[in-house]
């Protein structure tokens, strides 16, 4: 009997070559990405993502506040200008009611005052659509809260934030030991891996672009 010329001694045929890996060796295993790695392995987003959107930047934080305090501090010099004038117009000429007319606008200005800087966050950041969340300064800068369970903020809920927990707590612990509380508040989210404020973890939520 012949031989098949393709098979030594005759025998069954040998099993062809299996399928090549890009790079010519026989391999089974799936393909892999082998390229070069970037220095100190993959780079993560320059700003983290949460569920809510891109986390905002300590500095576009701080523009927003500074708009918020030029909207809160212009109409209130002018206000402060009028309740006192105002006082002191209607004392006449004798000083001694003058002196007590001006307290009297003094204590009228700041009563008014703390309303409407109590009011100012919670009544914007309570508005519903797309500017739920955000004050004017956050708006102008592109910002907005995100509650971390998904919910809108209402009235309640921002108050809590902007009042309770912003103002009133970091204002109290402030007063016990100076300056530090503010200063742990204000400057956390420069090291917080998610840019939180101290008053962002106690409120569960997170500033992010609008």
Do not use: C
């Not at 098949?4 to 010519?24: A, L, R």
């Not at 969340?133 to 995100?146: A, D, E, F, I, P």
Request: glycine content about 12%; overall charge negative.
């Amino acid at each position: 009997m012949d031989r098949d010329p393709g098979t030594p001694d005759g025998g069954s045929p040998s099993p062809g070559p299996g399928p090549e890996s890009p790079s010519g060796s026989q391999s089974s295993a799936p393909h892999r990405y082998t390229g070069p790695v970037p220095p100190g392995g993959w780079q993560q987003p320059i700003q983290p993502v949460v569920a809510g959107g891109q986390l905002a930047s300590w500095g576009s934080r701080l523009g927003a506040y500074l708009i918020d305090g030029l909207v809160l501090l212009i109409p209130a010099v002018l206000l402060f200008i009028v309740f006192v004038a105002s006082a002191v117009g209607l004392s006449g000429e004798d000083d001694d009611v003058a002196i007590g007319a001006a307290i009297a606008g003094v204590i009228l200005f700041f009563l008014v005052f703390a309303i409407v800087l109590l009011l100012y966050a919670p009544l914007l950041m309570m508005r519903q659509g797309e500017h739920n969340g955000q004050t004017w300064g956050k708006q102008v800068v592109g910002l907005r809260v995100v509650r971390d369970n998904g919910q809108p903020f209402t009235f309640g809920s921002a108050a809590l934030r902007e009042v309770v927990l912003k103002n009133l707590a970091v204002g109290i612990a402030s007063s016990i030991i100076p300056l530090i509380p503010w200063f742990l508040n204000f400057f956390w989210p420069l090291w917080d891996d998610e840019n939180r404020a101290l008053h962002d973890m106690a409120a569960s939520t997170h500033v992010v672009r609008a």
